[in-house]
């Protein structure tokens, strides 16, 4: 299973962030599909995840500012986060689970830099 | 939210040590933990689940055990490959949380 991540990685502050995971090498239906970001200042933070289905789990810290949504028939998910600041800057990554067994596979994680 | 409190923060040793990485749930997690393995520019790699389950391919110098809210990771015999950071995660409860982490150095 490889997941490869895609988006923009400068972003101005109020901007929205939109990143696409595309999962290739194994089965897309079945599983939760998640986005983590990692920062110097705050370590890995999971920010949510969503099912083939479509049924979504949010961090409540990012406060109603993101959506994951999800594209089964071509095997990919994304995630948008509105009103970033400088605090959103972090590198992002995509990853399949948990739910059973912790996050088995992970994106190559993309760095975005909020910044005026 | 869970708190993960990871300890120690830094760990320096020697090729041939066994090192001790403890990770605290602020409340009960059951056995739904977590242990990675970071190093500079990669993702975490994981290395146990549900606690104890060692992933596969991961060597088996790398156990995890539990007591309660208490969760160790323990390196038998620290290899020069294993000098990264490391990082609990709990998937029990949302949102997931992870410890701050823990590096490993010479």
């Known amino acids: 299973v490889q997941l490869h991540q895609w988006g923009a990685g400068l972003l101005k502050p109020s901007e929205t962030l939109s990143l696409t995971c595309g999962v290739s090498g194994g089965v897309f239906r079945g599983y939760f599909w998640s986005w983590i970001r990692q920062s110097p200042g705050k370590g890995l933070e999971w920010l949510g995840e969503i099912t083939d289905s479509g049924n979504t789990n949010y961090n409540p810290s990012l406060k109603n500012r993101v959506t994951m949504s999800i594209d089964t028939p071509n095997d990919r998910f994304s995630l948008t986060l509105t009103s970033v600041t400088a605090a959103d800057s972090a590198v992002y990554f995509c990853?399949?689970?948990?739910?059973?067994?912790?996050?088995?596979?992970w994106g190559q994680g993309a760095l975005v830099t909020v910044s005026s | 939210d869970i708190q993960m409190t990871q300890s120690p923060s830094t760990v320096s040793a020697s090729v041939g040590d066994r090192v001790t990485i403890t990770c605290r749930a602020s409340q009960s997690i059951r056995s739904w933990l977590a242990w990675y393995q970071q190093k500079p520019g990669q993702a975490p790699n994981l290395l146990i689940y549900k606690a104890s389950s060692l992933e596969s391919e991961v060597p088996s110098r790398f156990s995890g055990s539990a007591s309660g809210t208490d969760f160790t990771l323990t390196i038998s015999s620290l290899q020069p490959d294993d000098f990264a950071t490391y990082y609990c995660?709990?998937?029990?409860?949302?949102?997931?949380?992870f410890g701050q982490g823990t590096k490993v150095e010479i």
């Open positions: 995660q709990q998937y029990d409860s949302y949102p997931y949380t």
């Open positions: 990853a399949r689970g948990p739910p059973t067994v912790g996050v088995r596979y």
